[in-house]
Structure formats: structure tokens, C-alpha cells
């Protein structure tokens, strides 16, 4: 699975949005960019994917540059609750055997009042 | 739709016992992963199963550790003779079976204390 390159930290205010980028610039044609938080002491927890149009869902919305090497993952209004480490991650999603999650260190995302 | 489920939560053991973690998938998924969190770590991939079957054990220490995923009940992640840096976070993920839609769930997890 391709590597990823991802900020340590960033803040947000409450309210505006948060735009998490991601590097990937050896990302193959075959795989997919996965993200995922972790609330401290939660379970990971699934937010999006995409492979190479952008996707928009109930939580965040993915934005994925034309070359693919680079994503952003935006939440659109971002609350208190949205505090947490996010993960982005590229991997071949094809219902084969490759399929464990390679978690990096992700961004941790501090949403400031 | 129950999510994945795990336990105990917590658990807490002295060296040298057994734990044996729980992981019930979500309904109608078949794939089960086990992850380790040690503190202030990322999550590293241990073990993926199918029922009955270990699919990719390539991130599960040789000794002392072991996964099953029987036909009938909850995925097992079994550690011997725990030792103080056994202590971590274990997650359980669950996938359905279906190519092109193998996202994975992740359970609240397991909080290992060896003392």
C-alpha cells in the first residue's frame, strides 16, 4: 500500500470548516484513499473513500486531485465533537486477501471554540 | 443494525496469565481483523480471518498469540503468558464479504492492563 504524508496537527474554530490534507504521491491506479478518525479511547471510525472522483457523504465530503497524489478531506462545519486524529489511508480495495488498514500517525484535528 | 462488538472493554491481567479477547462482527460480514494500539501509538494490523480460516497472521508477534474465527461465535484473540508490554488497545474490524465493498468497521475495542 502506498505511504502517506499527513500534517501532525492542525486546529480548527468551531464552526468554520476543516480541510485535512493528504500526500500520497506513489498512489497506484488500483487503490483507493480511505479516511478514518479516532476520538480518543474510540474505536476507529470509518468517514469516507474514493478513488478518484470526489465523494460526498453525511460526515465529510473527499476531494481528490486529478493526478490522485493528493486528497483533502473536508468537514464542512466542524463542532467540538469533531476533535480527534484522522487518518488517511490508500489501499487496493479488491475483495481479495491484501486488506489490512496501514494506519500512519495521522492529523490530530483540535476544533477550538 | 448492531456495529461490531467487543469485550471485555477491559481487562486486566497479572503476568504470566492468559487473555482471551471477543469479537463479534457486524451482521453479515465475514472478514475479522485484529488490531493493536500501544499508547500514543497508531494502530497496527495483527491478524486478518475469515471464519474458520486465517487469511494473514504477517503482523501477529510468533509467540504467544493467536486468533480464531470459528464457524459458530465470536472471532478470539487468545495472548499466553502475558507480559507488561502486552498492554495496548486491541480493535477488532469486520468487512463484508462482497469484492469492491470491503470497507472495514471498527469495534470500541479492548483495553489490555498487564501488571
Known amino acids: 500500500d502506498a505511504k502517506t504524508t499527513q500534517p501532525t496537527s492542525m486546529d480548527c474554530a468551531e464552526g468554520r470548516a476543516a480541510n485535512l490534507p493528504c500526500n500520497h504521491s506513489?498512489?497506484?491506479?488500483?487503490?483507493?484513499v480511505y479516511w478514518y478518525r479516532q476520538i480518543h479511547s474510540q474505536g476507529p471510525q470509518y468517514i469516507i473513500h474514493g478513488l478518484k472522483n470526489n465523494e460526498t457523504n453525511e460526515m465529510a465530503s473527499l476531494i481528490i486531485t486529478e493526478d490522485r497524489k493528493s486528497s483533502t478531506l473536508i468537514l464542512p462545519h466542524a463542532t467540538l465533537r469533531d476533535t480527534a486524529v484522522y487518518y488517511c489511508i490508500v489501499r487496493v480495495m479488491d475483495g481479495n486477501n491484501n486488506n489490512d488498514m496501514r494506519f500512519g500517525a495521522g492529523t490530530r484535528l483540535t476544533v477550538k471554540p | 443494525n448492531a456495529g461490531v462488538m467487543q469485550n471485555p472493554r477491559h481487562l486486566v491481567r497479572r503476568r504470566g496469565q492468559e487473555a482471551r479477547l471477543r469479537c463479534s462482527p457486524m451482521k453479515g460480514h465475514s472478514h475479522v481483523y485484529w488490531y493493536r494500539q500501544l499508547p500514543e501509538e497508531g494502530l497496527k494490523f495483527m491478524v486478518y480471518?475469515?471464519?474458520?480460516?486465517?487469511?494473514?497472521e504477517s503482523g501477529m508477534p510468533k509467540e504467544r498469540f493467536s486468533a480464531e474465527f470459528p464457524k459458530e461465535g465470536p472471532s478470539i484473540l487468545r495472548i499466553q503468558q502475558v507480559v507488561r508490554g502486552d498492554s495496548a488497545a486491541y480493535f477488532c474490524a469486520s468487512s463484508p464479504v462482497l469484492a469492491g465493498s470491503d470497507t472495514q468497521y471498527f469495534g470500541p475495542g479492548t483495553r489490555l492492563t498487564v501488571l
Open positions: 480471518l475469515q471464519k474458520e480460516n486465517i487469511i494473514d
Open positions: 506513489t498512489i497506484s491506479g488500483n487503490e483507493y
